[in-house]
């Protein structure tokens, strides 16, 4: 019976570079070990691809335009739920180790007189999480200032190491050297370099061993979801040696794109292939210099789960613990003529997902179409709990991993607000249209923007690369138009009734004296006049 959770998630790992998945030259032993050992579910789909959003979608349960965090850098509201709220009543602490890119609701929080300092107002500003160690591994640094105004654990345990500089996150972590020069991590023609760094120092050692102490710790001898939330395999891709030269230009995978799709493209999809990104990465020399510094940094990873997997086990907790693994979305890589994450398709919005319960079958495979809002029900029901689900809006995936096959949903659900990019002002659209959605089946791939563009559609059956948008295609209007409707009916879901289940609406009313409709005592029962009886009293 499990009686904690290990929530690990790294960032921006795609769902097809794990050797249990298929990849041919990037062996993850420890990742498959996990699959060996529990569910590997290969149809699992974020909410967003990208980072914030798809995270809040995570810690709350909710779709992105349920929670309204749409993009990086946008407040989770105060009064959103989050997995610490849902939990702690069944007993369970909830810490983070590692990073949210949760943004505080500083106005919401002075609105209601809530202080950081204060045990309610902490994790509120945390994302619902106590902080065993927060780090949300951005510690870029510009001539206006720094991309994450909070401090840094990471840089503070550098330069308590003796690495030297204002911040050594970029200087040594993620740099490398040229001629006695610094070779920043943030040009991609420094990823096959060394970072300046020893190995054990660099992010995700040192997550892990933070990770490892609370293990160790007083703390953890309650019941605990712990989220150990990786920095890596997210760029600057440059990665310790001797990972850094593990994969050649050998170990590469063949590039999923067409020179068609670059014909009569779609404008939303041509505004991201244009923009510095998708450019970079349709040039063969970047992904040859990125994608083998990609992969050590996901050999490193899966090295040090291997690390953690068997400090759990060496702590007796692996037979109480449920272990999740999975990734906030994926990486373009040049897929598509892409890079980064942003759009719909596989490498962008699909992600690994794993799950180890102590009860539960071992080794299987699951094609159901799941979603990341999926996991906070899933944590409720597996530590004793009814699920809310007129607040979380995912589903258990509990009979999954006991081996059972549930009545299951048709279709998933991915929202983008690019509102904040240049994306936004190269197509002309204000803020409010800057949005896209999108719906997947089985097989197809649907994708509705706001502001009066047409629609995409990729026909997985026939087009399993996802390589011919047929949304324009009148062949495909049957196909458009169910994929609308379906769209249409969940844009109707009831999203914002929260604080009143159908359980409290249902139950029978408390007798509190309201008659309603009544002419005489004829029109109601005894029991609703009882307290209406009696002699008149004199007026005074």
């Not at 719906?439 to 791939?445: G, K, L, Q």
């Not at 005592?521 to 009696?534: F, H, L």
């Amino acid at each position: 019976m499990a009686r904690n959770i290990l929530f690990i998630m790294y960032d921006q790992l795609r769902h097809d570079y794990l050797s249990c998945a298929g990849h041919k030259t990037l062996q993850t032993p420890n990742m498959d070990r996990l699959a060996a050992m529990g569910t590997r579910f290969t149809n699992a789909y974020v909410q967003s691809p990208v980072c914030g959003a798809s995270r809040m979608s995570f810690y709350t349960g909710r779709y992105v335009s349920s929670h309204g965090a749409a993009w990086n850098g946008f407040p989770l509201k105060v009064g959103e739920m989050t997995l610490g709220d849902h939990l702690r009543p069944l007993g369970l602490d909830s810490w983070l180790i590692g990073k949210t890119h949760m943004r505080v609701d500083h106005a919401g929080m002075e609105r209601l007189g809530l202080s950081r300092d204060g045990i309610i107002g902490a994790r509120v500003a945390q994302c619902g999480f106590d902080v065993w160690e927060r780090e949300d591994g951005l510690q870029a640094q510009g001539l206006d200032g720094r991309y994450d105004p909070e401090p840094s654990p990471y840089n503070a345990y550098l330069k308590s190491k003796g690495y030297g500089g204002d911040n050594p996150w970029h200087d040594f972590a993620n740099s490398g050297v040229t001629d006695g020069d610094i070779a920043s991590g943030w040009l991609m023609a420094n990823a096959g370099k060394p970072a300046n760094i020893a190995e054990q120092d660099s992010e995700t050692p040192w997550l892990t061993r933070r990770a490892i102490d609370f293990l160790h710790s007083g703390t953890a001898q309650k019941p605990w979801m712990a989220h150990v939330s990786y920095i890596k395999p997210h760029w600057p891709y440059i990665v310790p040696a001797p990972y850094h030269n593990m994969y050649g230009h050998n170990a590469i995978q063949p590039v999923n794109r067409a020179e068609s799709e670059l014909h009569d493209m779609h404008p939303v999809y041509a505004a991201f292939h244009h923009n510095a990104i998708g450019q970079a990465f349709s040039r063969d020399e970047v992904r040859e210099a990125v994608i083998p510094a990609y992969m050590g940094l996901i050999k490193q990873c899966d090295d040090q789960l291997g690390v953690l997997l068997d400090a759990l086990q060496e702590s007796g907790r692996m037979a109480d613990t449920m272990i999740v693994l999975t990734s906030d979305h994926g990486d373009y890589l040049g897929d598509h003529w892409l890079g980064e994450k942003d759009l719909f398709h596989a490498p962008s919005v699909k992600v690994p997902l794993i799950i180890y319960h102590p009860d539960g079958v071992a080794g299987q495979v699951q094609d159901a179409l799941v979603e990341s809002i999926d996991l906070a029900p899933t944590f409720v029901e597996a530590m004793g709990g009814a699920v809310p689900d007129h607040i979380l809006e995912g589903r258990s995936l509990l009979p999954f991993l006991r081996g059972e096959t549930p009545d299951w949903r048709k279709f998933v659900i991915s929202e983008y607000d690019y509102a904040s990019t240049p994306m936004a002002a190269t197509l002309g659209v204000a803020p409010r249209d800057a949005r896209l959605f999108m719906v997947a089946d089985r097989r197809y791939t649907f994708v509705q923007p706001m502001g009066g563009f047409d629609p995409m559609l990729y026909d997985r059956a026939t087009d399993p690369l996802e390589q011919v948008d047929q949304g324009r295609n009148p062949a495909y209007g049957d196909a458009v138009a169910m994929m609308q409707a379906r769209l249409h009916r969940w844009g109707l879901r009831m999203s914002q009734r929260t604080t009143r289940s159908d359980r409290e609406i249902l139950a029978k009313g408390r007798q509190t004296g309201v008659i309603i409709g009544a002419y005489d005592q004829g029109d109601v029962s005894p029991e609703q006049m009882a307290t209406y009886r009696g002699k008149a009293g004199k007026r005074p």
